[in-house]
């Protein structure tokens, strides 16, 4: 998502010097972003053009290929050590549903594809139901390679977001923001930022059980959070 994107690279910008509750490898050194101020100016949108029209956007290509005509995101995988503790996550706390579990015994891991379709509409043959999983839009893939919630020695997987960075988060639209936070918090979910901290107002970034990052936002604030960037 863009509007996420956007939002992750300026909350690291402006919320990196917030208080000690924040994790240090999220308080990273503004120094770091010297080296790209030269690149942004040189991005600057022109106020004459929509900030997503190609001339704006070097690389953009809006004449697209027929061949990519029917392609969708369908899905983003997340390994995970525990599926019982993944799975009441994502059910419970977020209230997807599991659209289809798939186990490959000779290579010993299982996919679990959750989402906000209703499984009601999903047909009950087996390889039918994989084929109306991977016809679902935005779905999340749980990747558990057996054996791992049992490991003392197993460390957990990278989530992206200490050095070296690359992955950054998924992110969830809510009703409303403050209320699903509010909730979080009984629930025990651990907060990166709750909607009050640094300047961007409204909206989280809670964490998963592997230490995974999920945005938190509304449609009644998000434009307004990103008002001055748009």
């Known amino acids: ?29 503004t120094q770091r972003f010297d080296r790209f101020r030269p690149f942004c100016s040189s991005m600057a949108a022109s106020s004459s053009e929509p900030k997503e029209s190609p001339s704006n956007n070097p690389g953009l290509h809006t004449q697209l290929d027929d061949a990519t005509k029917g392609y969708f995101l369908q899905q983003t995988m ?21 659209l289809k579990r798939l186990d490959f015994p000779e290579m010993k891991f299982s996919l679990y594809f959750l989402g906000y379709e209703n499984t009601s509409l999903a047909p009950s043959n087996p390889t039918e139901r994989t084929v109306w999983t991977f016809g679902q839009k935005a779905t999340l893939e749980l990747t558990h390679n057996w054996g791992t919630e049992n490991d003392p020695e197993f460390k957990g997987y990278h989530n992206g977001n200490s050095e070296p960075r690359g992955f950054g988060h998924i992110g969830i639209t809510v009703d409303d923001t403050y209320k699903a936070c ?33 945005e938190i936002f509304d449609l009644n604030r998000i434009g307004n959070v990103t008002a001055d960037a748009a």
């Open 1 to 29: 998502m863009a509007a996420a994107s956007l939002i992750s690279h300026r909350f690291f910008l402006r919320f990196s010097r917030r208080s000690a509750s924040i994790p240090n490898s999220f308080a990273g050194p």
């Open 78 to 98: 997340f390994r995970v050590k525990d599926p019982k503790v993944s799975l009441d996550f994502y059910s419970r706390v977020l209230g997807m549903s599991l």
């Open 182 to 214: 509010e909730r979080f918090e009984r629930l025990g979910v651990e907060f990166v930022k709750k909607p009050d901290d640094g300047k961007m107002k409204g909206i989280a970034f809670i964490k998963d059980p592997d230490g995974y990052w999920i």
